[in-house]
């Protein structure tokens, strides 16, 4: 087994831990640390599949908590809309560093802006309903998720400020995932990605998912809401840091 795989296993268990506890975060782990050593069609090709696995994982058994009405009136039609139009500007986008900067610049002011606001127990989101900010975020996210699949900072913002509780929460995004991901997926296949070689890599790498998951999970039944959400915009302040200087 070569270093790379070793190491992509490594990734791919820490990453869905990540994600298993928060909603998000898989494929800004793996997309941010796997581009140094793997080309970004390859490592998209092996990333997306196993994110379908943790998160059907999660939604079928959340899925009691699943927000429907703001998952099919809002996140769906805004975010599929952007995922097309990432897929079809992502030769184009990808590996431009002013698009990198541009979204990690979002999500640290975003994010940092939460965590002020959490600090000091004052909510300013609207009483019902979405803001405009929180649609454009959900549209913006299915750009980027369309062109690094890496729209969870962005979508956790706009979810965030749907006054779900952690539960809800994670069920809803973690199901917006399931969605976008296996029209990605099919559109990878189309395309001939899966070759015999990638496929016994994707096997081997799917053998990490449920150390992930396990801890993911373990992680989550043990926090309360207030932490949940410092947790959440400090893992999107972290996640925003290395794409602002990239």
Not at 56 to 73: C, E, G, H, P, Y
Not at 77 to 89: C, E
Not at 199 to 210: D, I, N
Request: contains cysteine; aromatic residues 8%; proline residues 4%.
């Amino acid at each position: 087994m070569s270093g790379t795989l070793i190491l992509m296993l490594v990734l791919v268990a820490v990453a869905h831990a990540v994600q298993t506890a928060s909603g998000f975060g898989a494929g800004l782990v793996l997309i941010t640390i796997g581009a140094h050593f793997l080309d970004l069609p390859t490592l998209l090709a092996l990333v997306l599949p196993l994110s379908l696995v943790q998160t059907s994982w999660i939604a079928v058994r959340n899925r009691q908590f699943i927000a429907w009405r703001t998952l099919l009136m809002r996140v769906v039609p805004l975010m599929g809309t952007g995922v097309a139009v990432g897929y079809l500007v992502s030769g184009q986008l990808v590996g431009t560093p002013m698009l990198k900067q541009l979204l990690g610049g979002i999500v640290v002011l975003l994010a940092g802006r939460e965590l002020r606001l959490l600090w000091r127990a004052v909510d300013e989101r609207p009483a019902t309903g979405a803001s405009a900010a929180s649609l454009a975020a959900m549209f913006c996210a299915g750009v980027v998720h369309g062109v690094y699949a890496t729209g969870g900072p962005l979508l956790v913002y706009g979810l965030g400020r749907e006054g779900l509780d952690r539960v809800r929460f994670r069920a809803t995004i973690t199901t917006v995932w399931l969605l976008m991901n296996i029209a990605l997926v099919a559109t990878f296949a189309v395309e001939g990605r899966y070759t015999s070689p990638l496929l016994f890599q994707l096997g081997l790498l799917t053998l990490a998912l449920p150390i992930g998951i396990f801890a993911g999970e373990r992680v989550f039944s043990g926090v309360d809401e207030r932490t949940f959400k410092i947790g959440i915009y400090g893992l999107l302040m972290l996640a925003g840091l290395p794409l602002l200087v990239s």
